[in-house]
């Protein structure tokens, strides 16, 4: 009862639902144009980038191993927002300039490819060699060994960790706002910035964060579960 007069008090509401629900819908939409888009693609360019990068380092070449470590040591040694900076501010020096948005998808790919790679290098080591050498002795080449009985294995060791990546991707995408891609948490700045209602707007946009992050957790869950069949016990 207290709580309740608390935030609905007739003089100076905590609340103000008429802002509260008129601008649900405006973050909605910057999330689904933008932050769903973004973190989609930055993900699935991120994973191909990570397992490139993971069969380099676990190769036997040393120059391809070699540059595979500098770019992990790197990305993993900077700031997000600072890689954000140079693709995004930092190009147009070069004669590149791009749009802010396939600027966060870049800066963003680049980061989720050094450290899921990782986890997808790690992930492939944890099969045992045995099942290497069971491929090969049924006469499967490198490849077909990899694709056929290495990763499927691989993949269900990698999901909790990869999940995860994915979570905080969906949070880091906040950074695009700095370069002034109108995502979600843009979108709570621009009316934050007419209103100035800063805490409930940004609290708002946490919430937001927040149901999307859990159902993500929810689709985990049930993947770790399919997945279940390709371990070896």
Do not use: H
């Not at 980038?49 to 070699?66: E, F, P, Q």
């Not at 450290?115 to 080449?141: D, F, H, N």
């Not at 934050?192 to 800063?198: E, G, L, P, S, V």
Request: glycine share 6%; with cysteine; charged share 15%.
């Amino acid at each position: 009862m207290f709580l309740s007069n608390f935030i609905v008090g007739a003089a100076d509401p905590i609340v103000d639902w008429e802002l509260f629900w008129s601008s649900i819908g405006p973050m909605v939409e910057g999330g689904i144009k933008n932050t769903i888009p973004l973190t989609l693609l930055s993900f699935t360019f991120g994973l191909i980038l990570a397992l490139l990068t993971a069969l380099a380092r676990l190769s036997g070449n040393k120059i391809l191993s070699g540059i595979a470590r500098v770019y992990v040591s790197a990305i993993r040694g900077t700031p997000l927002l600072v890689q954000l900076f140079i693709v995004f501010f930092g190009l147009p020096d070069l004669g590149i300039t791009l749009d802010p948005f396939p600027s966060a998808v870049i800066a963003f790919s680049l980061n989720v490819g050094a450290y899921a790679s990782e986890i997808v290098r790690a992930s492939i080591l944890s099969v045992p060699k045995g099942q290497w050498e069971a491929g090969y002795t049924i006469g499967m080449t490198y490849p077909q060994t990899l694709r056929r009985i290495i990763l499927p294995q691989a993949t269900r060791v990698s999901i909790p960790p990869l999940s995860n990546s994915f979570i905080s991707l969906v949070k880091d995408t906040s950074l695009a706002s700095q370069i002034l891609v109108v995502e979600l948490f843009r979108k709570s700045q621009e009316i934050a910035a007419r209103t100035y209602d800063f805490l409930q707007l940004y609290i708002t946009a946490a919430i937001l964060y927040w149901i999307v992050c859990f159902v993500l957790s929810l689709v985990q869950d049930r993947i770790e579960k399919k997945l279940d069949r390709y371990v070896a016990k």
